[in-house]
């Protein structure tokens, strides 16, 4: 069983729907990172969140730390949303990310 | 405040050449972590360096080295690469004390033929 695991694994959405991904961790951790790839590979980062919810702009995260797990939301999704998004808990012990393998998202005008 | 740099963007090597890889990490930031990207995976931890010591490292041979300069910048240095080396290179600067939020570069894609 995989230390990270995200779902789901692809999305596709409809311009302003409501999207949420999960993710679920084995692993102490620190703090858990959303991060946001598009083509060409660069990466951003999304949150960083050690409990409760942070709100940027559309987007949402959560995150559960007795119940080890994530979520993202991206309220009324915009094509230019489209990219990987990728759930990174640090851990504890050595503050190293462990990455889960990414949700697809494709939102389509 | 400036961002992190990763140069250069793009590399072909040849199979048993040697690489190296560099990384200006963000200003005031004293740790600085790299990670390889294969095709259509997630990125894995290679190893991490604060304050010009190695602070951990993933599961990745020898053939694989890092410094740190007392500026924190960064470089990777691959040895004998083989094709599995193929991959995007990104690296990842943070303030160790800081919670350790990270800012990553833009990568380097590294080809080996």
């Known amino acids: 069983k995989n230390e990270v695991e995200q779902s789901p694994q692809n999305l596709t959405a409809q311009e302003g729907e409501f999207i949420t991904i999960n993710c679920s961790y084995s692993?102490?951790?620190?703090?858990l990172h959303w991060l946001q790839q598009h083509p060409g590979g660069g990466i951003v980062s999304l949150f960083m969140?050690?409990?409760g919810k942070k709100k940027h702009g559309r987007l949402i995260a959560t995150i559960n730390i007795q119940e080890k797990h994530s979520s993202l939301h991206i309220t009324a999704s915009h094509p230019r949303d489209s990219a990987v998004y990728i759930c990174a808990p640090g851990s504890s012990n050595t503050g190293k990310l462990i990455f889960g393998q990414g949700t697809t998202l494709q939102v389509k005008p | 405040e400036t961002g992190v740099t990763q140069s250069p963007t793009h590399l072909i090597k040849t199979r048993g050449q040697q690489v190296t890889l560099r990384c200006s990490s963000q200003?005031?930031?004293?740790?600085v972590s790299w990670y390889q990207q294969a095709l259509g995976q997630g990125p894995q931890f290679i190893f991490q360096?604060?304050?010009?010591?190695?602070?951990g490292r993933g599961n990745f041979p020898p053939r694989f080295s890092g410094l740190q300069f007392p500026n924190y910048s960064s470089e990777l240095n691959v040895n004998a690469l083989e094709l599995d080396d193929s991959a995007l290179y990104l690296c990842a600067s943070s303030f160790q004390g800081g919670g350790y939020e990270q800012y990553f570069g833009p990568g380097t894609r590294l080809t080996v033929t």
């Open positions: 360096y604060y304050r010009e010591e190695e602070n």
């Open positions: 692993v102490g951790i620190s703090a």
């Open positions: 969140l050690s409990s």
């Open positions: 200003s005031g930031h004293n740790t």
